[in-house]
C-alpha cells in the first residue's frame, strides 16, 4: 500500500547549522507531494510542495526536490533558525479511487540559540 | 476569510459515553478530511468527504466511529461508547478540491477518563 516514511527525531541543531530530514514513499500511482509543519500551539499548515518529478517546492529557506528514481522528498535548509522548531510532517497524496492523504509520523525539530 | 474550525477545543468524557466532534470547513471546500493524532504518533487518517461522492470510510478505526456531512459543509465525528484508547487529538481538513493543499483546523483534544 501507499505509505511514507521519514527519519525520526527529535533532530536538534544549532542555530544557523544545515537542516535534512529525510523522507522516502511508495506509490502506486503517481503522488503529489507535501510537506507541512506544525509550530508548537499552533495547528498544521503547509510548507511546500511538488506535484511531479523534478520539481522544486520551496517557502520560507526551505526546499525539497521530487526524486521519482529515488522515490524521495528530503525536505533542506541551508541555515536554520530558533524559530524554525517545530515538526514536520511529510506526505503524499495520490488518486487510488480517493485522493488520500498518507502522512509520516513527523519529525520534530529544536534549533538551539 | 475565516479558517477551518473546530469545536469543542478540549473533550473530556468517562468511558463508555458517546461524543461528537464538529467541523466547520473554509466556505466552498468540496474536500473534508478527519484525522487521529495521538501523542507521539503521526497523523492517521479516518474518513474523506468529496463533494457529493460517497465518504471514504476506510480509515475508521471501528464500527464505534462515523461521520457525516450535512450539506456538503459542516462536518459531524461521532465516536460511540468510548474507550481509552480513543483519546488522542482530532484534526479535520479541508481543501478546495482533492489533491490541492490541506487548511487544518485547531483540533479537539479528547480525552477519555
Known amino acids: 500500500g501507499d505509505s511514507v516514511t521519514q527519519m525520526e527525531g527529535p533532530v536538534t541543531l544549532s542555530e544557523e547549522a544545515f537542516l535534512t530530514i529525510n523522507c522516502t514513499y511508495t506509490?502506486?500511482?503517481?503522488?503529489?507531494l507535501f510537506w507541512y509543519v506544525q509550530y508548537p500551539g499552533e495547528g498544521l499548515q503547509l510548507l511546500l510542495k511538488a506535484t511531479k518529478a523534478d520539481d522544486k517546492g520551496s517557502n520560507k529557506g526551505f526546499e525539497a526536490t521530487y526524486r521519482k528514481e529515488t522515490t524521495s522528498f528530503h525536505l533542506e535548509k541551508g541555515s536554520v533558525q530558533v524559530s524554525d522548531s517545530a515538526v514536520y510532517f511529510c506526505?503524499?497524496?495520490?488518486?487510488?479511487?480517493?485522493?488520500?492523504?498518507?502522512f509520516g509520523t513527523g519529525t520534530r525539530l529544536k534549533v538551539l540559540a | 476569510g475565516a479558517g477551518v474550525s473546530q469545536s469543542p477545543s478540549n473533550k473530556v468524557t468517562e468511558k463508555g459515553k458517546d461524543v461528537e466532534l464538529r467541523c466547520d470547513p473554509i466556505s466552498g471546500h468540496t474536500a473534508l478530511y478527519w484525522y487521529r493524532q495521538s501523542l507521539g504518533q503521526g497523523l492517521e487518517f479516518l474518513i474523506y468527504f468529496q463533494g457529493n461522492s460517497a465518504p471514504d470510510k476506510s480509515g475508521l478505526p471501528s464500527d464505534r466511529f462515523s461521520a457525516e456531512r450535512t450539506g456538503g459543509s459542516v462536518s459531524t465525528l461521532t465516536i460511540q461508547r468510548t474507550q481509552q484508547e480513543d483519546s488522542a487529538v482530532y484534526l479535520c481538513?479541508?481543501?478546495?478540491?482533492?489533491?490541492?493543499?490541506?487548511?487544518f483546523g485547531p483540533g479537539t483534544r479528547l480525552t477519555v477518563l
Open positions: 506509490a502506486t500511482g503517481y503522488p503529489s
Open positions: 481538513a479541508s481543501s478546495l478540491r482533492a489533491n490541492n493543499e490541506q487548511f
Open positions: 506526505a503524499l497524496s495520490v488518486n487510488s479511487g480517493t485522493y488520500k492523504y498518507i
